[in-house]
């Protein structure tokens, strides 16, 4: 595949605004692969369609969805006429709109090679040889040459890189000169000034070289240029070149004529297209679209690890099924800088060069770089003294615990061939932490569940918001004065306690009577575990004072789980059950309400071994299936099938000889459709 580079120069400035701090800006995170300037108008393309922006790229238009057919590149002529194609797929297109129709031409070939001359003469390689048009795609010349790329000279035409070497033609394609045969270059310029520069990408070719005579002679302007380049573009005394490979990493250096040392301006993943829009650069890769812009100052965040004494996070680690906290119990000072213990190591966070350190053997050390963005690297000291290359392999901004904060997710060696994946969120520290063993293995994994964070003189409360899910089927009648209620509880990180165990951490009834507007609240009554039934007994007696006076009872049943932040569950959701003292009534002759709303409960136990009880109610009769999946979509059992009325239900389910994993279970009543989770541990 043949990248090429369009400049359009206008606002032009000194190349002076390059050497200064790189301010690289996101402005969007959507693959890009190509870009284009005409009419004061940004246009690109993206995996979505054909956009324009009046802005400078801070906002865009879709003008043409990628719905029926996809395009990859294009160029503009001076007439506004656009071109397009597709890299894998046959043909080439036109649009007279801007782009917001498109029209197959009559050439139906692929195309990695796409530009168009001052003339408005367009000229396509497909691989094989070249094609070009001047009467916008009615007729075609097919010219015996192949070309990674194109670039003109208005004086001497046309010039490319070729099977064999380097290829000049001024008679419009027909003839060609071989002026340099090496094969292997990947991209080709001339100037006005017929000075010719060429860079390749195989091993004899990985060095920039220029040629003031028209390829008589050459001179190697930087040798050994890593991996070797394909992009490459001159402004005014300034080249500008991408290092690498498509689809991989990337870097932008600039040069110069001259050959003074190369400077690195920014790194890239599988970069498509820069351009220079002065004072701005533009980079489309398939990570985004990225923008520099001199006057654009990089939000790096602040407190982006909170140190403080006090601090305490709560992980769920998916393995083992544990969790566990960390804090921040101690801090020092040393040298006039505060360092907080964690871990048994010394952390601070430095707020004028947003980096966090490390401190070992009386020195600090880089921990985490917040300045670094997509595809930069940096040398980080772990906790266990190591230090090693981490990537940023992820940024942006997400939604975490309520509210939206940049995160950064890095990759490193941890030692032993540990590789490491870790997340961290700006004001909330390490939230995802995975690594792999060699072979594949997985060796942990976590993510935070719960924190407990101080900021200046508040502490600040976050959770997921994973709530107990209650199992009761509520009493609403009784003959007796002393009664109990059986609570069945679950949860999400259940079996978190090392060894096993539960998640919850109370279960209690809140309750009241009532006559009029008199109301006298009772004391909250704790449940009482049951270990060899896996439910909460609740027990209580009606206080006949009350009751004979004609005073109602209203009760509430509450659960909590042992979150760092507790979250709580309520049956009823909202409101009271009302408890009606009725000494006549039989037994058997006790009614269970109504449900109001269908419902799916979560199994319980849940994980299980070897069997488990599915819980639901429905307001209305209909014919009702519950059915279990794994997780390819597989059915394999069919709990209930058959037509049942209003009410609740519950039925248990066994494993019988499945495999460990995690499986599905779906209740189908009537139009109402609902899918639940489950994992079945051995």
Same mark, same amino acid.
């Given at each position: 595949m043949k990248i090429f580079l369009v400049i359009i120069l206008f606002l032009l400035e000194t190349i002076q605004l390059y050497t200064q701090q790189q301010h690289w800006e996101i402005i969007s995170s959507k693959k890009t692969t190509d870009i284009e300037f005409y009419n004061n108008k940004l246009y690109l393309m993206d995996i979505e369609g054909f956009k324009t922006s009046n802005d400078s790229g801070k906002t865009w238009n879709l003008v043409f969805d990628f719905e029926d057919f996809s395009l990859s590149n294009f160029v503009i002529d001076k007439n506004?006429? =656009?071109?397009?194609?597709?890299?894998?797929?046959?043909?080439?297109y036109i649009s007279s709109d801007e782009g917001v129709n498109w029209e197959l031409t009559s050439l139906n070939v692929s195309s990695e090679v796409l530009e168009v001359d001052s003339n408005?003469?367009?000229?396509?390689?497909?691989? /094989?040889?070249?094609?070009?048009?001047?009467?916008?795609?009615? /007729?075609w010349d097919s010219l015996n040459i192949y070309a990674y790329s194109l670039n003109f000279n208005s004086s001497k035409g046309v010039i490319c890189s070729? /099977?064999?070497?380097?290829?000049?033609?001024?008679?419009?394609?027909?003839?060609?000169? /071989?002026?340099?045969?090496?094969?292997?270059?990947r991209v080709v310029i001339i100037d006005e000034n017929d000075n010719i520069f060429c860079v390749g990408d195989q091993e004899y070719s990985r060095k920039l070289m220029k040629s003031i005579n028209l390829g008589l002679t050459w001179s190697i302007l930087y040798d050994n240029i890593g991996l070797g380049a394909y992009h490459l573009v001159k402004i005014d005394t300034t080249l500008f070149m991408i290092q690498g490979f498509?689809?991989? =990493?990337?870097?932008?250096?600039?040069?110069?004529?001259?050959?003074?040392?190369?400077?690195l301006l920014g790194n890239f993943y599988g970069t498509w297209k820069t351009y220079f829009l002065l004072p701005y650069i533009l980079i489309a890769d398939e990570t985004g679209l990225f923008?520099?812009?001199?006057?654009?100052?990089p939000y790096y965040g602040s407190n982006h690890f909170p140190l403080n004494k006090g601090n305490v996070w709560q992980y769920f680690r998916e393995y083992g099924f544990t969790k566990f906290t960390v804090g921040i119990?101690?801090?020092?000072?040393?040298?006039?800088?505060?360092?907080?213990?964690?871990?048994?190591?010394w952390l601070r966070y430095d707020p004028d060069d947003f980096k966090l350190y490390i401190r070992l053997n009386d020195s600090d050390y880089v921990h985490f770089d917040y300045t670094k963005r997509s595809n930069e690297s940096f040398l980080r000291t772990g906790l266990n003294g190591v230090t090693t290359g981490a990537d940023v392999v992820d940024y942006g901004s997400a939604s975490i615990f309520d509210s939206t904060k940049l995160y950064w997710t890095i990759f490193y060696d941890e030692g032993s061939f540990r590789y490491t994946f870790e997340t961290y969120y700006e004001g909330i520290g390490i939230t995802d932490y995975s690594s792999t063993w060699p072979g594949g293995g997985t060796g942990l994994k976590y993510e935070i569940i719960r924190a407990k964070l101080i900021y200046g003189e508040d502490t600040v409360k976050f959770s997921d918001h994973v709530k107990p899910v209650i199992s009761f089927n509520p009493i609403l009648i009784t003959p007796s004065i002393h009664n109990s209620f059986v609570i069945g509880t679950s949860h999400s990180y259940q079996n978190m306690i090392m060894g096993g165990g539960r998640f919850i951490d109370s279960v209690y009834m809140n309750s =009241?009577?009532?006559?009029?507007?008199?109301?006298? =609240?009772?004391?909250?009554?704790?449940?009482?575990?049951?270990?060899?039934?896996k439910t909460s007994s609740i027990i209580f007696n009606l206080d006949t004072s009350f009751i004979n006076s004609d005073y109602e009872f209203y009760y509430k049943i509450i659960v909590n789980d042992m979150g760092l932040v507790s979250e709580y569950s309520y049956s009823p959701d909202s409101g009271f059950y009302n408890l009606i003292y009725n000494p006549t009534v039989d037994v058997d002759e006790e009614q269970s309400p109504i449900p109001t709303e269908f419902k799916l409960e979560q199994n319980y136990p849940n994980p299980f071994n070897p069997s488990t009880k599915i819980s639901w109610q429905s307001p209305v009769g209909s014919w009702q299936t519950l059915k279990v999946f794994d997780v390819l979509g597989r059915e394999v059992a069919t709990l209930v099938d058959e037509y049942k009325p209003a009410g609740m239900y519950n039925v248990q389910f066994s494993m019988n000889n499945l495999?460990?994993?995690i499986y599905f279970y779906r209740l189908q009543a009537g139009e109402f459709v609902e899918t639940k989770k489950m994992i079945y541990l051995k």
């Open positions: 506004g006429i =656009f071109f397009a194609s597709h890299w894998n797929s046959a043909g080439i408005n003469t367009l000229w396509v390689g497909d691989g /094989n040889k070249l094609y070009k048009t001047t009467n916008q795609g009615l /007729n070729g /099977n064999n070497g380097i290829y000049l033609s001024s008679d419009g394609g027909i003839t060609w000169d /071989n002026i340099l045969q090496i094969p292997g270059w498509p689809y991989t =990493f990337a870097d932008l250096y600039r040069g110069s004529e001259n050959g003074s040392a190369l400077e923008r520099y812009d001199p006057n654009y100052t119990h101690s801090d020092t000072t040393i040298n006039n800088k505060k360092y907080y213990g964690y871990k048994g190591k =009241f009577y009532k006559k009029g507007s008199d109301t006298v =609240f009772n004391f909250p009554i704790s449940g009482v575990w049951i270990e060899e039934a495999s460990t994993g």
